[in-house]
T-cell receptor
Framework: QQQVKQSPQSLIVQKGGISIINCAYE??????FPWYQQFPGKGPALLIA?????SEKKEGRFTISFNKSAKQFSLHIMDSQPGDSATYFC????????????FGEGTQLTVNP | DGGITQSPKYLFRKEGQNVTLSCEQN?????MYWYRQDPGQGLRLIYY???????QKGDIAEGYSVSREKKESFPLTVTSAQKNPTAFYLC????????????FGEGSRLTVL
């Protein structure tokens, strides 16, 4: 009930391409869905987040798409750059859990120059 | 500069020894968290604390202990009862509300020899 499933585990994209990472959740009480970006040897940092009252949120080259009925959400990175190479985590939380997040397994993105 | 400081960054331990990882924040956040990161398993919650002198077990608390005597400090002890302690440990803090915005430290890598 509390799981968040993320795919793929790893992704290799050419510079300028589109990177797509998908997540699925089970708990319908989840109402906040952030994405975190982590560079090697560093802690994760919030990248972008969405609530289920909208189906899409865009910040620069990063877009979250949200499908409430399918209980799925995804991160799209347009015009991917080598500097985007990092591990990406989706996460979810609900009102009753405060800021306690349930994380996906992570996707290691490599953008080749 | 506000932030979260974890120490030490690298730690080696012999089997059977307890070790304590330090986490200090100067963001005046209410809540603090400890996560464990293993390859392909995402971030798993060990313990969290919403207020001083109170803390709750996360998903993988066995073999770990914490204290929260001060708002800014949340040390984690990895005890000898933890069967597989070699991992990357991340401390985070946040306001205790449904925003999902966790601020992470840079992590401590523990290796058991």
């Amino acid at each position: 009930q509390q799981q968040v499933k993320q795919s793929p585990q790893s992704l290799i994209v050419q510079k300028g391409g589109i990177s797509i990472i998908n997540c699925a959740y089970e708990n319908t009480a989840f109402d906040y869905f952030p994405w975190y970006q982590q560079f090697p040897g560093k802690g994760p940092a919030l990248l972008i987040a969405i609530r289920p009252d909208v189906s899409e949120k865009k910040e620069g080259r990063f877009t979250i798409s949200f499908n409430k009925s399918a209980k799925q959400f995804s991160l799209h990175i347009m015009d991917s750059q080598p500097g985007d190479s990092a591990t990406y985590f989706c996460a979810a939380s609900g009102e009753t859990s405060g800021s306690r997040l349930t994380f996906g397994e992570g996707t290691q993105l490599t953008v080749n120059p | 500069d506000g932030g979260i400081t974890q120490s030490p960054k690298y730690l080696f331990r012999k089997e059977g020894q307890n070790v304590t990882l330090s986490c200090e924040q100067n963001l005046n956040h209410d809540a603090m968290y400890w996560y464990r990161q293993d390859p392909g398993q995402g971030l798993r919650l060990i313990y969290y604390s919403q207020i001083v002198n109170d803390f709750q077990k996360g998903d993988i608390a066995e073999g770990y202990s914490v204290s929260r005597e001060k708002k800014e400090s949340f040390p984690l002890t990895v005890t000898s009862a933890q069967k597989n302690p070699t991992a990357f440990y991340l401390c985070a803090s946040s306001w205790w509300r449904n925003t999902g915005e966790l601020f992470f430290g840079e992590g401590s890598r523990l290796t058991v020899l």
